[in-house]
């Protein structure tokens, strides 16, 4: 079932909000794969893996996972809709190995410690209000030699550090 976020109360605080996301593993052990589009501990902006769900309210849109978090839910998808390359290389990165998945099978061959860094500069762009690099070694290496110090100490004042 779907659920339009824009008929919910604000967020409170504590609330991630994931939008758009769907329920991954086996019917004991489910998370929350989707794009957190604010999250108070990393911030959001990023596709993750939530900890398993301890309840789920899809018709409320809401969700609370083992870690505590509460997330508010907005558009459900499936594996087969993730609309991006960065939402399906997240997938393969983050939930291949819950599933069982071989590297491969859920994207192709890919280079998986490329894979994660150019992730993380996706995540970092959008932070900082920059175009995303290209997925492949050298844009990503120029874009963490360029803007990695500058993330970085976004990341710390954030954290209070």
Do not use: N
């Amino acid at each position: 079932m779907t659920h339009d976020p824009g008929h919910l109360p604000p967020l409170r605080p504590a609330e991630a909000h994931m939008e758009p996301w769907l329920i991954v593993g086996d019917g004991k052990e489910r998370s929350l794969f989707g794009y957190a589009v604010w999250h108070p501990v990393t911030g959001g902006k990023a596709w993750t893996l939530s900890t398993p769900v301890q309840s789920l309210d899809e018709t409320g849109g809401l969700a609370r996972t083992r870690s505590g978090q509460r997330y508010r839910l907005g558009r459900q998808i499936t594996w087969a809709t993730l609309p991006t390359e960065e939402a399906r290389v997240a997938y393969a990165l983050l939930v291949g190995p819950l599933i069982g998945a071989r590297d491969g099978e859920l994207v192709g061959q890919i280079d998986r410690d490329l894979a994660a860094r150019w992730l993380g500069t996706c995540k970092a762009a959008r932070h900082l209000g920059l175009e995303a690099p290209r997925h492949d070694a050298s844009a990503v290496r120029t874009f963490e030699d360029t803007h990695g110090d500058r993330y970085a100490e976004l990341v710390r004042r954030r954290s209070g550090a």
